[in-house]
């Protein structure tokens, strides 16, 4: 009997599309590694636009998708993440473009005392309390003269090589990046605790219930998110040169990479991935346009948000169940799948309801 | 035509079933006790009639006739009917007459106002202008019942009165019951506690694991009948 | 007495932190949503006066009661046609929903009426000052300011105690079952909230506006100064928001004082040392 229910019952976390999806996947890294080869500077600076977008998105997604964690103030970690670049590069003399190792970790070190007062916030308080935060670093930064004060600085370190290289380099950290954050966040979350992690999500808690420790786990993400995004910032300043703290500390970054999120599909990997195309492909149409592409995005993703939830990737994959990078298992009867997910629904929560109640005094 | 119908509800919460092909007739000035064990789908019942579990298709839920399957809590409230919850859910900052106040929100006129229900349970007159954070369980359920009955309904549903009470202070509550009664409001009460409910109604339903088994007088059925509907042996 | 004056200025300039607080508050109050869009709302009732004052030919202290009638009528229609629908969908949806307003707001305003920073002429208000002494000046205008963020206050607390719709309004921040099945419609509801909010934040944004110039992108910052002002006097707490603006304003005026430009940074500071070590807010509420 037991050995009988062997043979038909299997949990599976690999469809046959993923199984295809990796290899294509792979083709197409190593595809575009070689655009350096043939590719103009424009299409090398067009691509790192769109490979720093999607690794920022993706961090993003790690935090708001993963952790529940929804902060408009990231674009503290890439102000942080050029800033050192250019103190590495410039005033300490080191390469540039290992500094980008730098620009993470020390992106990493100032998370931790931003969460220590960030976490004492809970829903949209600790948004706008991100964002106060970063607003701080970049009046602190404004006010140092070391650092350029107002007016920033350009990156002069990079000059030593020839501008060829220096744009072939920066792509393929701008793809290294890209990828590495999918690489990272997927791997993340088949680790136990990224499952801790989406039991989080799922449910608070539950999770709690389970002996998850909910704080340290919110907190490594946010530092790991910090890190990338401080990483992603640098890359971004080796393609740009230029850097102000009105821009590098901008909330344009936030918006960039939540309606990129919001649009692909939040909680997904593969939606950073789209929406980033989507916001990067828009961008570029409408470059004409002022920031109209801003305005037609901005009422995108709050149409989405509201009225197709899981982004344009999720309401496909509910659809279709395609997952290109399986991160879910699947209770195979058979021929019948059951996905352990289970779809949010909205509206009434029934099920939510005996937590609202206060305690009988 | 009976006041409340509900025909065969399947009702639950997410993906979890409560209710299974619930057939009920609640009859205007009656007083019907529902009885049961914990999880035998009572709430989930009284819930699915006040609106905060809705109902597909409509009309599987009739009130004076009318479909309300699909109608929301408040819209419900304006047609008369009144839901008392388990676990009293009482404005913790409001005072207690705001509390009465807000009761009144639907503006249905009846016998009951301000005045009534402080005849029926003094000590909120003496509480008036406390806040309700500070109220024992007791007087929170007073609260609670005199709130429902500011809506000054036609169906009141009372939700679990004496759960996690003292025996003296439940009977203090269901003293009130009478006069409620009286007043022509008609009454389906979930209780666990079977000599209380028996008491005051005039027909009780006994519910196990979702599903209605024994529907009767108090004085026509007999204690063993009820106990074996109440567990299920 | 240089700094008694700073102290006084800061405490006039926080009555006009109120103004955007209060709403802010009200809204997380009754439907626990954080409103991200809130700083450009008050922009977006500044331009409208803008608008006004250029088509009629008025002072900018006539066009308030238009400029509060539409911003009202404004949040009713997008609380309804929109906030609620990303409330359903879940507190995250919501926060993300108003973001994105938000950065509407920002570019079509920017599209529409430049980067160009904008002020509006109130006359000889906007100078006329009751000398104390040689060091101790207040203006009349943010005395004005202050005595209407008080009046509105003195209002919205009168509205919230003695009305029916403000005892509903706080039923639903205290459960919002529980006052669904007292009869109250909550969507209607949590359109009205938002209305009072945006009525009253556009009191905020017009007076500002005749303060200082604002531009497209002044928003966000309103936001945080109302955002902190909230929290440094406490969630839940009406006249909390008042005394936050209060401490928020004077640690700007104070902070200007020692350095020309610290002034925002001192504020944040202040709200963060708040955060750090007394995180409930100077005023808490002391429920459960």
């Known amino acids: 009997m037991a050995k009988q229910s062997k043979d038909h019952v299997k949990v599976e976390r690999y469809t046959r599309t993923s199984r295809v999806a990796l290899p294509v996947a792979a083709a197409i890294v190593i595809a575009a590694a070689t655009i350096p080869a043939w590719g103009s500077s424009a299409i090398m600076k067009q691509s790192v636009t769109l490979l720093t977008l999607i690794g920022l998105a993706q961090m993003w997604n790690l935090l708001a998708g993963y952790a529940g964690l929804v902060s408009v103030g990231q674009q503290a970690f890439v102000g942080i993440g050029a800033y050192t670049l250019w103190v590495f590069a410039d005033k300490f003399h080191l390469n540039p473009f290992a500094s980008v190792i730098f620009a993470g970790i020390v992106a990493g070190l100032f998370a931790i005392p931003t969460a220590g007062l960030a976490f004492r916030l809970r829903g949209g308080y600790f948004a706008v309390g991100t964002w106060v935060i970063a607003e701080v670093f970049r009046l602190i930064v404004t006010q140092i003269k070391w650092l350029g004060g107002g007016s920033g600085f350009t990156i002069g370190s990079v000059n030593s090589v020839s501008r060829h290289a220096r744009e072939s380099i920066t792509f393929w950290l701008a793809l290294g990046v890209a990828v590495g954050s999918i690489v990272l966040v997927y791997f993340l979350l088949r680790s136990k605790r990224g499952l801790a992690l989406t039991a989080i999500r799922d449910n608070d808690l539950g999770a709690r219930g389970l002996g998850v420790n909910i704080t340290r786990s919110k907190l490594w993400v946010y530092i790991i998110a910090a890190a990338g995004t401080g990483m992603v910032g640098s890359v971004i300043y080796l393609n740009l040169l230029r850097v102000q703290p009105e821009a590098g500390f901008s909330l344009q970054w936030s918006a960039l990479m939540i309606f990129s999120v919001v649009i692909g599909g939040l909680g997904t990997i593969e939606g950073p991935i789209i929406g980033a195309v989507i916001f990067f492909i828009l961008q570029q149409v409408l470059s004409d346009y002022g920031t109209w592409y801003l305005i037609l995005i901005g009422a995108l993703a709050a149409g989405v948000v509201v009225f197709a939830q899981r982004g344009l990737w999720g309401t496909l994959v509910r659809k279709k169940a395609v997952d290109l990078f399986p991160v879910r298992r699947r209770l195979c009867l058979e021929t019948v799948c059951f996905t352990e997910e289970t779809p949010r629904k909205s509206g009434e929560e029934p099920g939510r309801l005996p937590s609202e109640e206060p305690p009988a005094v | 035509m009976s006041l409340l119908e509900l025909e065969s509800i399947n009702s639950g919460y997410g993906h979890f079933q409560a209710l299974f092909d619930v057939n009920l007739r609640i009859e205007e000035k009656e007083t019907h006790a529902i009885i049961g064990a914990n999880g035998a789908g009572k709430s989930t019942l009284l819930r699915t009639i006040c609106g905060l579990i809705k109902t597909e298709p409509a009309d599987k839920v009739r009130f004076d006739g009318q479909a309300i399957g699909a109608m929301s809590p408040h819209k419900r409230v304006g047609l008369g009917i009144s839901y008392v919850p388990e676990g009293r859910w009482v404005f913790p900052s409001l005072t207690v007459h705001e509390n009465l106040q807000v009761g009144a929100h639907s503006k249905r006129t009846g016998v009951w106002n301000i005045d009534k229900v402080y005849e029926l349970f003094p000590l909120l007159a003496r509480l008036k202008n406390r806040q309700a954070f500070g109220l024992s369980g007791g007087e929170q359920q007073a609260l609670s019942i005199a709130r429902g009955l500011m809506s000054n309904p036609r169906l009141l549903l009372l939700d679990e009165v004496s759960l996690g009470l003292a025996p003296v202070v439940v009977e203090k509550i269901y003293q009130a019951m009478p006069a409620i009664v009286d007043s022509g409001t008609t009454v389906l009460l979930v209780e666990q506690d079977v000599g209380q409910a028996m008491k005051f109604a005039d027909r009780v339903t006994c519910m196990l694991e979702g599903r209605l088994v024994l529907e009767g007088a108090p004085g026509e059925i007999s204690q063993e009948a009820i106990f074996a509907a109440y567990f299920g042996v | ?288």
């Not at chain 3, 809204?27 to 009629?56: E, Q, R, T, W």
């Not at chain 3, 993300?96 to 904008?118: D, M």
């Open chain 3, 1 to 288: 007495m240089v700094w008694v004056n700073d102290i006084i200025q800061g405490i006039l300039l926080g009555g006009l932190y109120a103004l955007f607080a209060a709403g802010l508050a009200l809204v997380f109050g009754v439907m626990k949503l954080v409103n991200l869009a809130h700083g450009d709302f008050s922009i977006l009732a500044a331009y409208l006066a803008l608008a006004f004052v250029g088509l009629l030919h008025i002072n900018p202290f006539y066009t308030l009661i238009i400029v509060i009638i539409i911003m009202a009528i404004f949040g009713y229609v997008i609380q309804r046609g929109l906030f609620n629908f990303a409330m359903d969908a879940g507190p995250m949806q919501a926060i993300l929903a108003t973001f994105g307003i938000a950065i509407i707001i920002q570019n079509l305003l920017l599209e529409g009426f430049t980067a160009n920073s904008k002020g509006l002429d109130a006359g000889k208000i906007e100078n006329a000052v009751i000398t104390i002494s040689k060091q101790i000046a207040i203006g009349w205008f943010p005395l004005t300011t202050l005595i209407v963020s008080v009046v509105v206050l003195v209002a919205l607390q009168w509205f919230l105690g003695r009305t029916r719709t403000g005892r509903a309004f706080r039923a639903t921040a205290d459960n919002q079952r529980a006052a669904q099945l007292m009869g109250i419609d909550n969507r209607h509801l949590y359109g009205m909230a938002m209305a009072v909010a945006l009525a009253i934040v556009a009191i905020g944004g017009v007076f500002i506006g005749i303060r200082t110039t604002f531009s497209p992108s002044a928003g966000p910052l309103r936001l945080i100064f109302a955002y902190e002002a909230v929290i440094i006097g406490g969630l839940g707490s009406l006249w909390g928001t008042l005394v936050g603006g209060i401490v928020l304003g004077i640690a700007q005026v104070l902070g200007d004082h020692i350095h020309q430009g610290y002034g925002i940074l001192v504020g944040h500071l202040v709200f963060l040392a708040i955060l750090a070590f007394r995180p409930q807010g100077l005023f808490a509420r002391q429920v459960q």
